[in-house]
């Protein structure tokens, strides 16, 4: 998982709260991405940045806000709005917008809504 | 549009017996192919990656996989299977003549290596 770290590892969530997960990288990348990881579905993509203070919309990002200031950093916020948000949460990152560099992901973080 | 298929949820091999993860995709221009591992509660890595060139792309830890223009497909193989090569394993797909288009994962295939 190296140069790219996700923070908190596990998160709970109570209804009706809003919590943003942390994602940071060291490894100098212009892309960066936010997955969502549910048993037998594979990765889903939510949001996506190829640089910054630019990001697009994914394939589900209903339900969710993010933010690219700096280079280095990617947060997701999982919203109220999220009617389903107890996943797996997978940050990546890649060298730039080509299509052939491969991604480098995060350790992940267990978000957990009670 | 493109996609991806694992058709196999899940894959058992014994310990020191070859391996084969199948994995079979579509796109409208040339593949860009990969393949990423999961070990619980982690990120994917990544293996390996077919751009162009050789049909026979190899990876980290002694995984290969071929590319196969024909059939469509992009196995993922290795010789003689470990016990620690038990993951989950995702093969992914990019169009690689459209910019506009993203990264699209499989399902993903469980790899059981049995001692």
């Known amino acids: 998982d190296g140069g790219i770290t996700q923070s908190p590892k596990y998160l709970f969530r109570k209804e009706g709260q809003n919590v943003t997960l942390s994602c940071e990288q060291n490894?100098?990348?212009?892309?960066m991405y936010w997955y969502r990881q549910d048993p037998g579905q594979g990765l889903r993509l939510i949001y996506y940045s190829q640089i910054v203070n630019d990001f697009q919309k994914g394939d589900i990002a209903e339900g969710y806000s993010v933010s690219r200031e700096k280079k280095e950093s990617f947060p997701l916020t999982v919203t109220s709005a999220q009617k389903n948000p107890t996943a797996f949460y997978l940050c990546?990152?890649?060298?730039?917008?080509?299509?052939?560099?491969?991604?480098?992901f995060g350790p992940g973080t267990r978000l957990t809504v009670l | 549009a493109q996609s991806v298929a694992q058709p196999e949820d899940q894959v058992n091999v014994a310990e020191g017996n070859p391996l084969t993860v199948k994995c079979t995709y579509s796109?409208?221009?040339?593949?860009?192919l990969f393949w990423y591992v999961q070990y619980p509660n982690r990120g994917l890595q990544f293996l390996l990656k077919y751009i162009t060139g050789d049909n026979l792309v190899k990876g980290s830890y002694g995984f290969e996989a071929e590319f196969n223009k024909s059939q469509t497909s992009f196995h993922l193989k290795k010789p003689s299977a470990l016990v620690s090569d038990s993951a989950l394993y995702f093969c992914a797909v990019r169009d690689g003549g459209n910019r506009d288009d993203k990264i699209i994962f499989g399902k993903g295939t469980r790899l059981h290596i049995l001692p």
């Open positions: 490894l100098n990348h212009d892309a």
């Open positions: 990546a990152s890649s060298m730039g917008p080509l299509e052939h560099n491969e991604q480098f």
């Open positions: 796109v409208s221009g040339n593949p860009y």
